[in-house]
């Protein structure tokens, strides 16, 4: 099994900072990354997809990077509505998730 | 616009079955693979199984294997999770989630409760 390992867990910062988070996979997954965003008790919603591909509708100052094993994704200036929490998915070998980074207000 | 609904979450006893559904309307549901995935606050998001469009392939994890069983009914639209032998560890939120190739779970529904516990 492929496993995701995200950092860091918590992550607190204020409106207009540039934010990042960091995924490793277990084992080379190529680009087959994809992350998400999950507010409370609402579904995950997709914003990124093969790394570094941004999904239809989501706001540019989201970006991903990154092959292999090491990925980032980027908020480039926070917003309000981007307090949540972020997962980032292996889809190479099945379906494997990260535990997640919840993003805070500092 | 495309939706996804699951129903038949509930408090189930140990040991006991519980099946969930998934209604899915504004997309041609036939032409997509499909998924249940759950998410409980101590091991978060874990996918559990897959079903290719006209459902001739299925995988699962090894943690519901041969105690879950996905299916779907394209003339209805309808996606369904088959759960026995329930433990403590499966109470979670169940969503179902659709599977576009390339880019993984794009649209998910809003989830179903399951609480295993006498």
């Known amino acids: 099994d492929i496993q995701m390992t995200q950092s860091p867990s918590t992550l607190s910062a204020s409106i207009g900072d540039r934010v990042t988070i960091t995924c490793r996979a277990s084992q080379s997954i190529s680009s087959w990354l994809a992350w998400y965003q999950q507010k409370p008790g609402k579904a995950p919603k997709l914003l990124i997809h093969k790394a570094s591909s941004l999904e239809s509708g989501v706001p540019s100052r989201f970006s991903g990077s990154g092959s292999g094993t090491e990925f980032t994704l980027t908020i480039s200036s926070l917003q309000p509505d981007d307090f949540a929490t972020y997962y980032c998915q292996q889809y190479s070998n099945f379906w494997t998730f990260g535990q997640g980074t919840k993003v805070e207000i500092k | 616009e495309v939706q996804l609904v699951e129903s038949g979450g509930a408090l189930v006893q140990p040991g006991g079955s519980l099946r969930l559904s998934c209604a899915a309307s504004g997309f041609t549901f036939g032409n997509y693979e499909m998924n249940w995935v759950r998410q409980t606050p101590r091991k978060g998001l874990e996918w559990i199984s897959y079903?290719?469009?006209?459902?001739?392939?299925?995988y699962s994890a090894d943690s519901v294997k041969g105690r879950f069983t996905i299916s779907r009914d394209n003339a209805r639209n309808s996606l369904s999770l088959e759960m026995n032998s329930l433990r403590a560890e499966d109470t979670a939120v169940y969503y179902c989630a659709r599977l576009q190739s390339g880019k993984s779970f794009t649209s998910w529904g809003q989830g179903t409760l399951v609480t295993v516990s006498s």
């Open positions: 079903i290719s469009g006209g459902g001739e392939t299925i």
